[in-house]
């Protein structure tokens, strides 16, 4: 049976919210910085005059000012953030309660059941870009189609406050033509290797030999290759239930680029704080720990390694992250954004074979002291318990809400 | 502008602003309720419940931003002041 998806996505998030709740920012380049106030502050988000100048996300202030010298630079207000973020997805949940978010301003819905109610898919697309619209000043771009991947699709072919369909009979004329790097899952390094095999578009990767791809890409490159032909049969979770948690995992932006190990160390440690008791609340532990490191030339790498004895001790965690990087690293950059993810996650109290020198007791004493320190902090506040080191100045930028990573998506 | 409001709560869990308060402590009885719905503020920025008021003679908005924080849209020269 047919489905019907929506992916809805607002606009330049962070930049909307600024120029929605301050009218004075209407029309001119914003561009949303972390820390202002420091040097080496980088921009988070910008709105369209600001593009227009080619400001991009994540470059510094400096760099996007001499582009663009009329640029007005605000600072992140993450909790009006979290705030329109949580109302559209009130809006979205009237609608139907199959609403899936991924990252803060996108969600999928699944309005299969919503036909008699409210019409057709693209005019239900509609009342809630409109809806959106009145009731948070904010603009959406929506896809609708048979699937969550030709969804997201759809929701990046035109914007802003746009709808944008991709249907089951006519997807190929609409889609063939557009570049493979526009599918999810087609990262950097896949765009890459499928260029080497002259695949260009996504037409190139729905008629590719899959067992080709497969070779190349591994399982990855058969789940392009279903994706690039319209099957994709994942649904979209239902309101209060997460998918299925394969990694859990915390990165940060210093408000300064990193240039020592002995600058990276704090980072890694305040990271896996989060980390570690984000496991704890799953009843889940880390299996192995990833680190992701973004240089000052914004090129990404990324390491991982296994765990002995599966933890959520957050100096385990971190041991291990420092570990990678010291030995990979090599300082050739400064680095600009770290992100310590754990994947091989295993419920809490599995059995595994310890090997004849893990500690095992060790182990043990480190799992209730992350538990003890969790309830500390949730009867006397997150700062009640620090590791010396982090009460030390350093390059984190100020409290923030959590960035919560895509989960089993490539990098 | 942010103004103080005198709110009648009923225990159906509704909110009827009767009277606001500006900055310099005038007050303003709001003559009719003619419109309640979630919104945003085309003029002045922000969001909330957005009511469809008259004061003194003046049709304007008067919008719950949540947390006791209320705005209206017109100026306060609008009221006569
Ligand atoms: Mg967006």
Redesign the pocket.
């Known amino acids: 049976m047919g489905r019907n998806i929506l992916h809805c996505?607002?606009?330049?998030?962070y930049a909307s919210v600024e120029c929605m709740l301050d009218p004075s920012l209407k029309g001119i380049p914003v561009a949303v910085c972390g820390s202002v106030a420091e040097r080496h502050g980088i921009v988070l988000a910008k709105n369209y005059p600001a593009k227009a100048y080619g400001v991009q996300t994540g470059e510094a202030v400096w760099q996007a000012k001499s582009k663009c010298p009329g640029l007005r630079v605000v600072e992140p207000h993450y909790d009006e953030y979290v705030k329109y973020s949580a109302l559209a997805r009130g809006i979205y949940s009237r609608f139907t309660d199959m609403v899936e978010p991924y990252?803060m301003?996108?969600c999928w819905l699944d309005i299969t059941s919503c036909e008699k109610l409210f019409g057709p898919p693209e005019k239900v697309a509609d009342i809630i870009r409109e809806t959106v619209k009145f009731e948070l000043g904010l603009t959406i771009?929506v896809g609708v189609s048979f699937n969550k991947i030709f969804a997201k699709l759809g929701s990046d072919l035109k914007k802003p406050d746009a709808v944008t369909v991709i249907a089951e009979d006519s997807f190929k004329e609409k889609i063939y033509g557009l570049p493979a790097s526009d599918l999810v899952g087609v990262g950097r390094s896949t765009e890459r290797v499928l260029a080497g095999a002259a695949i260009k578009t996504i037409g190139d990767l729905a008629s590719a030999d899959p067992r080709m791809l497969a070779s190349k890409l591994g399982k990855n490159g058969l789940a392009l290759w279903n994706f690039a032909n319209g099957r994709d049969e994942s649904r979209v979770a239902r309101a209060g239930e997460s998918p299925p948690v394969k990694s859990v995992g915390h990165g940060t932006t210093t408000v300064k680029d990193m240039e020592s190990d002995g600058d990276v160390w704090p980072v890694i440690l305040e990271l896996t704080q989060d980390v570690g008791r984000r496991l704890r609340d799953i009843k889940m532990m880390a299996g192995g720990v990833a680190v992701n490191v973004r240089d000052s030339n914004l090129v990404c790498r990324q390491w991982r390694t296994p765990l002995s004895i599966p933890s959520t001790s957050a100096e385990v965690i971190a041991a291990a992250a420092f570990g990678l990087f010291h030995a990979r690293y090599r300082w050739e950059l400064p680095v600009r954004s770290i992100t310590v993810g754990t994947f091989n996650l295993v419920p809490e109290g599995a059995a595994y074979a310890p090997r004849l020198w893990d500690n095992v007791e060790l182990a043990e004493r480190r799992e209730r002291l992350g538990h003890c320190i969790d309830d500390i902090r949730r009867r006397f506040g997150k700062n009640s318990v620090r590791n010396c080191i982090l009460c030390m100045p350093s390059t984190l930028p100020p409290e923030h809400a959590e960035i919560v990573m895509p989960t089993g998506m490539p990098c | 502008m942010y103004v103080d409001v005198y709110v009648f709560h009923t225990s159906e869990g509704s909110s009827l602003p009767l009277k606001i308060r500006l900055y310099n402590g005038q007050t303003f009885e709001i003559d009719r309720i003619k419109g309640v719905c979630r919104a945003a503020s085309t003029k002045v920025g922000g969001t909330g419940m957005r009511y469809s008021v008259v004061i003194k003679g003046v049709e304007t908005y008067l919008f719950d931003e949540g947390e006791g924080r209320w705005f209206v849209e017109a100026r306060r020269e609008a009221f006569g002041m």
């Open positions: 996505d607002m606009n330049n998030f990252g301003d996108e771009s």
